[in-house]
C-alpha cells in the first residue's frame, strides 16, 4: 500500500496516526529496487574484501602523452618517488603527432622498467575528411573530429567548434587497453586500477573525478604541488633530455609561439599543417551541406600560411578548454 495517496498536503503521517520510522507494504518496484540496490552493494563490498586481502590485484597505470608532464611522471616513477609502482602505461596514439614525440617515446622505452603500451583507433588526419550523412536529413557533412575555428557570412567569429578527437582517439582506445589488460569485469562497481595522469599545478583545472565505477584517478604531479617548469628543472637535475611538446601537430590549440616553434624548427610538419588547413576549408566547402561557415585552424581565421603570429607566452599550450587531460601531457 502506498501511504502518499491518502495524505492530502495539510497532512502528514503522524496526523494520520502512522509511525513515519515504520516501513509499509513495498509495490513489486520499490521490492526489486531494493534488491538491485543490495546486489549491487554486495558485489562492491565483495570485490573490495578481494583486493583487501590480496586476491585481487589494484593496477597503476600511466595514461602517457609523451609530453613533458607525463614523461617527467614516467621517470619519476621509475625511480621509486612514489608509494607505488607503475604497472604498465598506454600511450594513444593518433597517428598525427611530430616525428620528435615517436623519437621521444621510443627513447623512453629504454628508459623504465614496465612496458609501455601503443595503441591507435586510426588516422586522425585521414579521418577528419571522412564524409558521412544524416541519418534523418540524409544531408552530408564532414566528419566533424578536430577542433576548429570558424568565421560566419556576415563576418563573425565563432570559438573552437566542438569536436570529438580528444575522447575517440585518446581516452576511449586506452580505457579499452586498461579494461582489456587488467581484466575488468562485467559491470564492475569496485576500484580496481588507479589511472595515473600527469597534470600539472598550472593545469589544476583539468583535474576530474573518472566517472568509472572501476578506476579512480590519480594525478601524482599535484600531489607534489609540481608545475611544467618544476617537471623541466626535475628532467634537467637527473640528467634526462628535454622532453617534446605532445599534441598533433596541427591542434588548434596551439599558442602563436607554437606555430612559430613549429614553422621555424619543423619544417616539414609546418608544411603538413599548411596543407591540412587548407584541405580542411575545401572539403568542408565542398562535402558539408549545412555548414554556412568557413572552418580555420587559427583563431584569427586566416589560413596558417597568412597569419602575423604573435607569440607571448613561450612555454604553454592553450588547452584550458580541452575536455579530458589527455592531449598536451
Ligand atoms: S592534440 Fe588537439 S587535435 Fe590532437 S587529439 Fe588532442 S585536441 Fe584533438
Not at 83 to 95: G, L, R
Not at 132 to 146: A, C, R, S
Request: some cysteine; proline content about 4%.
Amino acid at each position: 500500500m502506498n501511504n502518499d495517496k491518502y495524505i492530502g498536503e495539510a497532512w502528514t503521517l503522524e496526523e494520520i496516526g502512522l509511525d513515519p520510522e515504520e516501513r509499509y507494504e513495498l509495490t513489486p518496484q520499490e521490492k526489486s529496487k531494493k534488491t538491485r540496490e543490495a546486489n549491487v552493494q554486495k558485489k562492491k563490498e565483495e570485490g573490495e574484501a578481494r583486493i583487501a586481502s590480496g586476491e585481487d590485484k589494484t593496477y597503476n597505470v600511466l595514461s602517457l602523452g609523451a609530453g613533458v608532464q607525463s614523461t617527467c611522471l614516467a621517470l619519476m616513477a621509475e625511480l621509486g618517488e612514489f608509494d607505488a609502482k607503475i604497472d604498465f602505461a598506454v600511450f594513444a596514439d593518433t597517428q598525427a603527432e611530430p616525428q620528435q614525440v615517436y623519437d621521444h617515446l621510443n627513447w623512453l622505452e629504454t628508459q623504465v622498467s614496465y612496458p609501455i603500451y601503443r595503441v591507435t583507433k586510426g588516422n586522425l588526419t585521414e579521418d577528419s575528411f571522412e564524409v558521412k550523412t544524416h541519418m534523418k536529413t540524409g544531408n552530408k557533412y564532414v566528419n566533424n573530429l578536430i577542433p576548429m575555428h570558424g568565421i560566419l557570412p556576415d563576418g563573425k567569429k565563432t570559438a573552437a567548434l566542438l569536436r570529438k578527437c580528444t575522447f575517440d582517439y585518446k581516452v576511449t582506445p586506452i580505457l579499452r587497453e586498461i579494461k582489456e589488460r587488467t581484466e575488468i569485469k562485467w559491470r564492475q562497481n569496485w576500484i580496481s586500477v588507479n589511472q595515473w595522469i600527469g597534470i600539472s599545478q598550472d593545469e589544476l583545472q583539468r583535474q576530474k573525478d573518472s566517472p568509472r565505477k572501476w578506476l579512480a584517478n590519480r594525478y601524482p604531479l599535484l600531489e607534489r604541488k609540481m608545475t611544467r617548469q618544476h617537471c623541466h628543472d626535475w628532467m634537467e637535475e637527473h640528467g634526462y633530455p628535454k622532453s617534446p611538446r605532445s599534441a598533433c601537430y596541427y591542434c588548434t590549440f596551439h599558442n602563436d609561439a607554437e606555430w612559430v616553434n613549429l614553422r621555424d624548427q619543423d619544417p616539414v610538419h609546418w608544411g603538413k599543417a599548411v596543407a591540412f588547413d587548407k584541405r580542411l576549408r575545401e572539403a568542408h566547402r565542398r562535402d558539408n551541406e549545412n555548414m554556412k561557415m568557413e572552418v580555420f585552424l587559427h583563431r584569427s581565421c586566416k589560413p596558417l600560411s597568412e597569419v602575423d603570429f604573435k607569440p607571448k607566452d613561450k612555454d604553454q599550450m592553450d588547452f584550458e578548454s580541452e575536455c579530458e587531460g589527455m592531449c598536451g601531457i
